[in-house]
DNA sequence: GCCGTTTTCGGCCCGACTGTTTTCAGTCG
């Protein structure tokens, strides 16, 4: 279900794990994850390549691209079959764990026997991991505080994962003879940064034909259940896909009811109570007569209960129904508001593509302006300097309007130092059309010293967005812990914009932050730091984020034209 | 295993932090 890159990537990656836990060469093993991140970000689909075009992908040499071909004949790499079979599965699971590499993992398996985070668990538990080399209290401690961290997200995937199996799923019913609709509803429709299973509905007088389909799918693994309304199966990724059938005059009912949240939902069946109405997912209903009054579409019902249409990222009762009761309800953003994307990065520093592809695949965005962002040199690991920066700046400048009219703004990623301090002083800042800033490392000063930090970057002339402003990594590693109020005011005071960053493990800052900080008056970027060309199209996340956040055009800096842009990030007084 | 202003060998993003050690290995960004 995901594209054949994304199926090769995975298994390069884990090879690369492999090589890594058995002790093999480490920068073997480095050739591996490159060659897989190149893959996974490459724009061409690879099964539209021939072994020539392989070796086109950069990192992609003779070996690796033999073994693409291998794949896409025979659907697995034969090296890395092998390799599974001498370690087991749960050792790489291990290394998922913050603070647990391939050395230690396999370390425990050697020494310990232990070959899954249940069994490490219990080996910490039984205080068997003292005596063991490079192992103390303190490591003990790190360790469940990961594992802990990771069962917090639990068996929850990540947002875009869930989308593309919901799409394509959705898209192989719509197919079916007798579909009168069918869309995903529940977390996926309202966006939620995490899934934990997709529900899909369809719209039919016969449920039957739909029910097979999705059990006879070719990346079903299991049928978990199957009935006569609910079908659940579980993907070759282990992904659950509920499917519900829905008479055509339900379907309102039904994708109101399934979207939910839960507890939406109960505060929607409060008011019809009180209107004398009840609600379920088979429709509206007078409770005196019993007779259903209406169950077609979604915006029949809300209207019915008094209420404008609800868009499905604010359905997280969190004041949707009073505001829609008062007539009050955002005017959100949506992405064809977006006008460009202000955080993005080329081959120059840790992305992927090349300059003019990054921008070519930017204007077919359909975007007015576009920023390049590349990293600064405080990330000592990517090597930048003064002279790339401004022979990047010549080539941005010459690309300027090339692409449908598309203006560029060259600019960069700056790294917020432990004392909030940045990359370049204040006359090189000054050549730059926009800097982004943001934290990479020191995670876990004090609250004091962080919160200083990020204000003391805020308070920078040149500083107009804070990039990932909690930098936190879905399910690996919690945000920083900041005084968030005391940024916020700093940013509004300051004409600081903050980052809603669009990719999948950050979604950062998340819709509560969000809300949060709108209430400073705040102003939001909204942005994919895309490290390739692929990454481009994460922007619909950040957009769903931040209407989850209850923005509007107006709070986001992107959404404006490039004059207005350009105003805001004049260095500030 | 990939790559080439170093060109068929010999490097490979670099530095810092952490917890363990008592001088460093492992992990991370």
């Given amino acids: 279900m995901p594209r054949a890159n994304e199926e090769i990537e995975a298994l390069l990656q884990e090879y690369a794990d492999l090589i890594a836990i058995t002790g093999g060469d480490a920068f073997r093993a480095r050739s591996y994850e490159k060659a897989a991140r190149a893959i996974g970000g490459y724009h061409a689909d690879v099964t539209k390549l021939d072994a020539k ?26 090296v890395v079959e092998e390799r599974r079979r001498s370690v087991p599965a749960g050792v790489r699971e291990l290394m998922t764990i913050p603070m647990l590499g391939p050395k230690k993992a396999m370390l425990l398996y050697d020494e310990l026997d232990i070959a899954s985070v249940d069994q490490l668990l219990d080996a910490i538990h039984h205080e068997r991991l003292r005596d063991l080399k490079g192992f103390g209290e303190k490591t003990e401690e790190n360790l469940l505080h990961g594992i802990s961290l990771m069962q917090k997200a639990g068996n929850r995937i990540l947002l875009n994962a869930a989308m593309d199996s919901a799409e394509q799923i959705v898209a192989e019913l719509s197919r079916i003879k007798g579909c009168e609709g069918c869309t995903y509803a529940g977390s996926l429709r309202r966006m939620r940064e995490t899934i934990g299973d997709v529900d899909i509905l369809v719209a039919a007088e016969k449920s039957a034909p739909f029910m097979e389909a999705l059990a006879g799918l070719p990346y079903t693994a299991e049928t978990i259940a199957h009935g006569d309304k609910k079908t659940s199966i579980r993907t070759t990724r282990g992904l659950q896909v509920d499917l519900r059938v829905l008479p055509p005059d339900s379907w309102g009912a039904g994708l109101q009811y399934f979207t939910g949240s839960k507890a939406h939902n109960i505060r929607t069946r409060e008011i019809a ?44 009762d969190r004041g949707e129904i009073a505001a829609g009761l008062r007539g009050e309800l955002p005017d959100l953003v949506t992405e064809k508001d977006i006008r460009g994307d202000l955080h993005t990065h080329t081959d120059l520093t840790d992305g992927l593509a090349p300059l003019e592809d990054m921008i070519a695949a930017a204007a077919a965005c359909g975007y007015a302006y576009y920023a390049i962002t590349d990293h600064a040199p405080d990330l000592a690991m990517q090597r930048m300097t003064r002279e790339k920066m401004l022979a ?84 690996k590693r919690p945000g920083i812990d900041a005084d968030f109020d005391a940024v916020f005011e700093a940013c509004a005071r300051t004409g600081t914009a903050l980052e809603i960053n669009a990719h999948l493990e950050r979604l950062d800052l998340g819709d509560e932050d969000i809300l949060r900080a709108k209430r400073y008056g705040v102003k939001f970027a909204v942005d994919s730091d895309s490290h390739s060309t692929t990454h481009l199209p994460y922007m619909r996340y950040g957009v769903a984020t931040a209407q989850r956040g209850w923005l509007t055009k107006d709070d986001i800096i992107n959404t404006w034209t490039l004059t207005k842009l350009r105003a805001f990030l004049r260095p500030k007084p």
């Fill in 53 to 78: 075009g392989f070796q086109e992908i950069p990192n992609v040499g003779k070996s690796i691209a033999d073994k693409i071909t291998e794949y896409l004949t025979t659907g697995q790499i034969s």
């Fill in 273 to 316: 109570v009180r209107h004398k109405l009840k609600l379920s997912e088979y429709g509206l209903f007078d409770v005196e007569t019993g007779k259903k009054i209406t169950s077609g579409t979604e915006e029949e019902i809300y209207e019915r209960l008094g209420l404008p249409w609800i868009p499905p990222t604010l359905r997280e």
């Fill in 392 to 475: 990047q700046r010549e080539r941005v400048r010459a690309l300027d309007r090339k692409h449908r009219g598309m203006r560029l703004l060259h600019g960069t990623e700056l790294n917020i130092g432990p004392e909030g301090d940045v990359d370049w002083p204040a006359d090189f800042l000054a050549g730059f059309d926009i800097c982004v800033a943001s934290i990479h490392s020191h995670f876990n000063q004090s609250r004091r010293a962080l919160t200083r930090r990020l204000i003391r970057a805020c308070e920078n002339p040149y500083v107009a967005v804070i990039g990932h402003p909690t930098t936190r990594r879905i399910g």
